[in-house]
C-alpha cells in the first residue's frame, strides 16, 4: 500500500485503500469508537478507528495514544460530511510508532512559553505555513536568478570587514586574533563581479542589535546581489522583479497557508512593477505634513516607515537618502551631492524597509577618507579597495532580508514568527 498524504486524499481515492503517516492532532474517544484527527506535512485528516474493525490491541493503541504521538494508520477513504475537509479514513489497522507524552503546548499560552518551548511549537499549522511560504519565495527568488543569468555564489561567514554599522558586529575569538560574523556579503559580492557579471548569495548575515523590536533579529538570511555595469535605477527594477517573481511563486504553491495566516493570495498578485518612487526628502514632507516631527538628516525607523505605507498596498523605493544616515561604500549623487545613489524597499501596510540597495562608490579617496574619518584600520579594507584599482566598473546591488518580506507576505506581528529558530537579543535557546 502507498503512503498518502492528507492533501491527497480526494474524491478520486474513496473507497480505496490508503495508508496515513502522522501525528495526533485531536483526538476523542466514545463508546466503542475513536476519533482521531491526524497531521502530515500537508494538512490534517480525520481517521475514525472503530472496536471490531481493528485488531483489538490496534483499539487499545488509539485510546491510549494522546496527541502529538506519530501513527501509522491503514484504512478505506470515505466521504463524511462532518469531518474537517468532507472525508475521513476508517482504519483497518492502527499502529503507534511514537507515544507521546502529554504534550506540554495546550491552548491559551504565552510567548514566552511558546518561545522555550519552539522546538515543539514549530509543529504549529501557523509555523508550518510560514516555513512553507519561506520555502516559496526563495523557490521564486532563485527561479527568476536562474532565469536572469545571475550565478549563485557562496561568501564567507568569518570576516574582518564591516559593510554596516560597526556597532552591530559580533565579535568572535579566530584562532589569535579577533573576527566578526559577516553583516552582509556585499563586499565578496563585488568581488566576483569581475569574473561572473552578475552573482547572488544567500547567506546568513548577523546584526548585533541591542534594541528589542519587531523588526529585527540578531541573525537572519540575507539574500543579495550585485552586477557590473548596473547604475541604481536597473538595481530598483530588478528588486522589483525579483519581489513580483517571489510572491508569485508564494501565490501559486501556497494559497490555503496564506488564507490560513489571513492573507488574501489576491493582494499579492495584484503586486506588479513598477512600484513608485519617493526622494528621502519628499519622505520628510509627507511624514511633516502628517505630523511627525522628522527633517533633513532623521532617520527612517519603524514609526516613519508604517507612515509612509500604511496607507499603501504596493511597495515604495524611498531614494537619495542624506549621506550622514547611509554607509561609506554608496556612490554620490551627482544631482544633489548630500545624498547617495541608494533606495530603500519599503513593503506596504505598514510593514516597511524589505530591501537596502545601491550604485557603489568608484573613488578610493573617498572611501579612504570616510573610513579613516571612523577610526577603521585600512588594513582590513585593503582587499576591498584594491577592486578600485584593477579595472573597476560602475556597479549596484541590493539585500533583502528574508524574514522581513516573510513577515509582510504572512502578516506577522512579529519578525520572530518567520524564522524557526530566532535568535534575538534575549533568546538562544532552544
Ligand atoms: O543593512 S542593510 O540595509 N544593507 C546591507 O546590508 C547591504 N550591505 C546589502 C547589499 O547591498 N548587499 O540590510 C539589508 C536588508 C534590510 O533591508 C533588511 O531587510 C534586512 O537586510 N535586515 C534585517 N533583517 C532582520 N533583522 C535585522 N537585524 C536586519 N538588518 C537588516
Given at each position: 500500500m502507498r503512503r498518502a498524504y492528507n492533501r491527497h486524499l480526494s474524491k478520486d481515492l474513496v473507497g480505496k485503500q490508503v495508508q496515513l503517516r502522522g501525528w495526533l492532532y485531536r483526538t476523542r474517544s466514545s463508546g466503542g469508537i475513536v476519533f482521531a484527527v491526524v497531521r502530515d506535512s500537508t494538512g490534517i485528516m480525520q481517521v475514525t478507528v472503530k472496536k471490531g474493525s481493528v485488531p483489538d490491541e490496534d483499539f487499545d493503541s488509539a485510546v491510549k495514544a494522546g496527541i502529538e504521538s506519530s501513527v501509522e494508520i491503514d484504512g478505506e477513504l470515505a466521504e463524511d460530511k462532518r469531518a474537517p475537509g468532507g472525508f475521513e479514513v476508517r482504519a483497518k489497522r492502527f499502529q503507534v510508532a511514537g507515544l507521546s507524552e502529554p504534550f506540554p503546548i495546550t491552548e491559551y499560552q504565552s510567548t514566552e512559553l511558546l518561545l522555550d518551548l519552539r522546538h515543539l511549537w514549530i509543529r504549529s499549522r501557523e509555523q508550518t505555513a510560514v516555513s512553507k511560504v519561506k520555502a516559496a519565495i526563495l523557490m521564486g527568488a532563485r527561479k527568476w536568478f536562474e532565469e536572469n543569468d545571475y550565478i549563485e555564489v557562496t561568501p564567507p561567514?568569518?570576516?574582518?570587514?564591516?559593510?554596516?554599522?560597526?556597532?552591530t558586529l559580533f565579535q568572535i575569538k579566530y584562532f589569535d586574533r579577533i573576527a566578526y560574523l559577516s553583516q552582509s556579503a556585499q563586499f565578496y559580492l563585488e568581488s566576483l563581479i569581475f569574473s561572473l557579471d552578475k552573482v547572488y548569495s544567500l547567506t546568513p548575515s548577523f546584526r548585533a542589535e541591542k534594541s528589542r523590536t519587531p523588526?529585527?533579529?540578531?541573525e537572519y538570511w540575507h539574500l543579495e546581489m550585485e552586477a557590473a555595469w548596473m547604475d541604481n535605477e536597473e538595481n530598483m527594477r530588478v528588486q522589483e522583479e525579483l519581489v513580483a517573481a517571489m510572491l508569485d511563486k508564494a501565490v501559486e504553491k501556497c494559497p490555503d497557508e496564506l488564507k490560513l495566516l489571513k492573507r488574501d493570495p489576491a493582494t499579492l498578485k495584484r503586486i506588479r512593477p513598477p512600484f513608485d518612487r519617493m526622494k528621502y526628502e519628499e519622505a520628510m514632507d509627507y511624514l511633516q505634513k502628517r505630523g511627525l516631527d522628522v527633517s533633513w538628516g532623521s532617520d527612517l525607523g519603524a514609526i516613519e516607515e508604517r507612515e509612509l505605507t500604511k496607507d499603501r498596498d504596493m511597495p515604495v523605493f524611498v531614494v537619495?537618502?542624506?549621506?550622514?544616515?547611509?554607509?561609506?561604500y554608496m556612490k554620490e549623487?551627482?544631482?544633489?551631492?548630500?545624498?547617495?545613489k541608494n533606495s530603500d524597499l519599503l513593503a506596504p501596510e505598514g510593514f516597511g524597509e524589505i530591501i537596502g540597495g545601491s550604485e557603489r562608490e568608484t573613488d578610493n579617496a573617498r572611501m579612504i577618507a570616510w573610513l579613516e574619518d571612523k577610526g577603521e584600520s585600512l588594513d582590513n579594507y585593503k582587499w576591498y579597495l584594491d577592486l578600485r584599482r584593477y579595472g573597476s566598473v560602475p556597479h549596484s546591488g541590493f539585500g533583502l532580508g528574508i524574514e522581513r518580506i516573510v513577515t509582510w507576505i504572512c502578516k506577522l506581528d512579529h519578525i520572530r514568527d518567520a524564522t524557526p529558530y530566532p535568535r534575538t537579543v534575549a533568546r538562544v535557546y532552544p
Open positions: 561567514i568569518i570576516t574582518a570587514v564591516a559593510p554596516e554599522d560597526s556597532t523588526r529585527h533579529l540578531a537619495n537618502y542624506p549621506k550622514e544616515l547611509k554607509p561609506f549623487n551627482p544631482e544633489d551631492p548630500r545624498t547617495y
